[in-house]
DNA sequence: GTAGGGTTAG
């Protein structure tokens, strides 16, 4: 093309740089300069400089005697010395050192350039005017293509994804093979920016308009809408596109694995793992990483030894994220030695433990009261240089606030706050439901009222927890309040919720409003557990009803409810108070036998069983 | 340039 019809070109599309003749001679000086100068910084006198237009500048970019080296010099320095210039490079400038780079063959500098078009401040124009520049400047086809790709990335990485879109329609139009790998960059660009599921709609785009689908797109529009909780449109997704001959992989399984996992849909889990099993998409890490999580969560202990061997027996290779699951695993179910012997193992084959791993396996320690040695896993993390976060933190505090070292948990705060610590929803919850175990209701109280004063909004666990240490103090009403409160917001209280309420209620023998609430969450599909049978066991016993009592405790096990100690302490207390001696040993035999450890209280009560007739 | 892991309430 022309320089002459290049200009009438511009005129008509950049009516606001209105361009004036080159100037052959300034841009021959400018060259020689450039070519004498070799490599050295550009310099010129400002007499040639202010003569500079951008059709003078794009005649010394396209001087098949410039080096390419030394239109770069050029270009850079007219892109970085604004003020010099009259005119700053402009559309034409960028397209024409666009050329020259792409006869040198550097598409790496290309896609810089074409990052300044899009995104500098000083040269932004739409989309469209540079695609239509693209038709008239190159007649190379498969440079066109290129440089299509090349700008659709780009707009990509710089956000911009209205244009990107025009650049994808454009390339269409022009009937490109539009390549996955640059759809993949936009997908997943869209899938964190939070825009909703446009995404999903990319990826209709890209099916309706030919692009070559493999497994790796899909799984990223699956995983999508698994993270947007669209589990069976994820699924959806993935029959249809079998039908089109498109495969689902054993990531593209592990994520919608994964989603129902979390979802606690276990009849589902079973479901694809049989279609797993079908399709002969073999396990990976990630597959039994998301498995134990699984098995773990509805008490298959034995299916997740069996995991474990299959992971040894097949060779499985084992990463980080594998160990941390294994390790939780052992720690949920007390095995302890179990879990440290496998962090060795993790370390002793060369895997670098990070934050997780050390978590779970403090968290474990915490949870049996190994608090030294938690310390000492904490030491060892920080001589690892592994930046110590709010999660491990918070796990150390939950584990002095289970055992009552409140100093220990406060002075934790303290040194933690002046590294700059901010406590979080959990840290407050933490040290507010520690306090109320050992009764310092004020001090619980203000934990929580501490919370809402650094700007942080309570969740329905604080919530809770403040209701339960007002039950717990005996100001019924003021739980109330809350619970109600809770309502309002939208957020409907759990089973957990209720039981601080119910609790309340029934220690104070209220036991009308007591059932009430407990239809009220039936009601409301919150299911009744152990805790909330213990309440109103505990409460019809307290005040005489043991004919209630008994019935509630016969129903709780209809249901298939367990009694725990605390149930059973309470019942036999309540028959002792009777005289119903018999049938208070009898529970305390059958007590016995399920492995519970009565208290003192059980057998102050079973003896005084025997002094009331 | 796709997936998986650690913390709070009775």
């Not at 692009?211 to 069976?232: F, H, K, N, P, W």
């Not at 994820?234 to 996992?261: D, F």
């Not at 934790?412 to 840290?427: H, W």
Request: glycine share 6%; hydrophobic share 40%; net charge neutral.
């Amino acid at each position: 093309m022309s320089t002459k019809n290049l200009v009438k070109i511009f005129e008509k599309s950049l009516p606001r740089c209105p361009s004036s003749p080159a100037n052959k001679k300034t841009a021959e000086e400018i060259a020689e300069i450039l070519i004498k100068s070799g490599l050295k910084p550009f310099k010129t006198n400002p007499s040639l400089i202010s003569d500079l237009n951008s059709n003078t500048t794009d005649l010394v970019l396209s001087n098949p005697n410039l080096p390419i080296n030394s239109c770069t010099l050029f270009f850079n320095f007219l892109r970085t010395n604004l003020s010099l210039t009259p005119q700053k490079p402009n559309l034409q400038t960028h397209l024409s050192f666009i050329r020259r780079l792409h006869k040198a063959g550097n598409f790496e500098e290309i896609k810089q350039v074409l990052k300044f078009i899009v995104s500098d401040e000083n040269i932004r124009c739409p989309v469209e005017e540079i695609l239509s520049l693209f038709d008239f400047e190159f007649d190379n086809s498969y440079f066109l293509y290129k440089l299509s790709d090349l700008l659709f990335r780009v707009c990509v990485d710089n956000k911009r994804f209205e244009e990107a879109n025009l650049v994808f329609d454009y390339m269409k139009k022009m009937g490109f093979n539009i390549d996955e790998r640059s759809c993949i960059l936009y997908l997943v660009a869209l899938k964190k920016s939070d825009k909703g599921d446009s995404f999903f709609e990319f990826f209709r785009r890209m099916v309706n308009s030919g692009v070559e689908i493999g497994a790796y797109s899909m799984t990223i529009v699956t995983d999508g809408l698994c993270r947007r909780g669209e589990v069976e449109k994820g699924r959806e997704l993935m029959n249809e596109m079998a039908s089109k001959g498109v495969k689902a992989n054993v990531v593209t399984y592990n994520t919608i694995l994964n989603a129902y996992v979390k979802r606690k849909d276990f009849g589902v889990v079973s479901e694809v793992l049989m279609l797993m099993e079908r399709e002969e998409v073999e396990y990976n890490a990630a597959t039994y990483t998301v498995l134990i999580e699984h098995f773990g969560n509805i008490g298959k202990h034995d299916e997740v030894e069996k995991l474990f061997d299959e992971i040894g027996e097949r060779k499985v290779e084992m990463d980080v994220h594998l160990y941390t699951s294994m390790i939780h695993w052992h720690c949920r179910r007390g095995s302890i030695k179990k879990a440290v012997s496998l962090f060795d193992e993790l370390t002793e084959k060369g895997l670098v433990p990070n934050a997780r791993v050390y978590g779970a396996l403090i968290d474990g320690l915490c949870k049996t009261g190994q608090m030294e040695a938690a310390q000492l896993l904490l030491k060892d993390m920080q001589s690892q240089k592994i930046v110590v976060n709010q999660v491990i933190i918070n796990t150390l505090l939950h584990g002095y606030c289970r055992k009552g070292m409140m100093d220990d948990a406060l002075r934790l705060v303290a040194v933690m706050e002046k590294k700059g610590f901010k406590p979080d929803v959990f840290t407050y919850n933490i040290m507010a439901s520690g306090m109320s175990r050992l009764k310092r209701y004020e001090e619980a109280k203000r934990w929580l009222f501490m919370m809402v004063e650094n700007q942080l909004t309570p969740n329905a666990i604080n919530f809770t927890t403040l209701i339960d240490i007002h039950c717990k103090e005996g100001n019924i009403v003021e739980a109330k309040r809350l619970f109600r409160q809770l309502q309002g917001k939208g957020e409907s209280p759990n089973t957990v919720t209720y039981n601080a309420l119910i609790n309340g209620y029934s220690k104070k023998g209220e036991m009308k409003d007591a059932y009430k609430l407990r239809d009220e969450m039936e009601a409301k599909g919150r299911i009744p557990d152990v805790y909330t049978y213990t309440s109103l066991v505990h409460g019809e016993c307290s005040f005489g009803n043991i004919d209630e009592a008994m019935k509630l405790f016969n129903e709780m096990r209809q249901k298939g409810l367990v009694p725990n100690a605390v149930t059973y302490t309470a019942i036999i207390a309540g028959l002792s108070k009777k005289g119903r001696s018999d049938e208070a040993f009898r529970l305390y035999n059958e007590m016995i036998s399920l492995g519970h450890v009565p208290d003192q209280r059980v057998y102050s009560s079973l003896v005084g069983s025997l002094h009331t007739t």
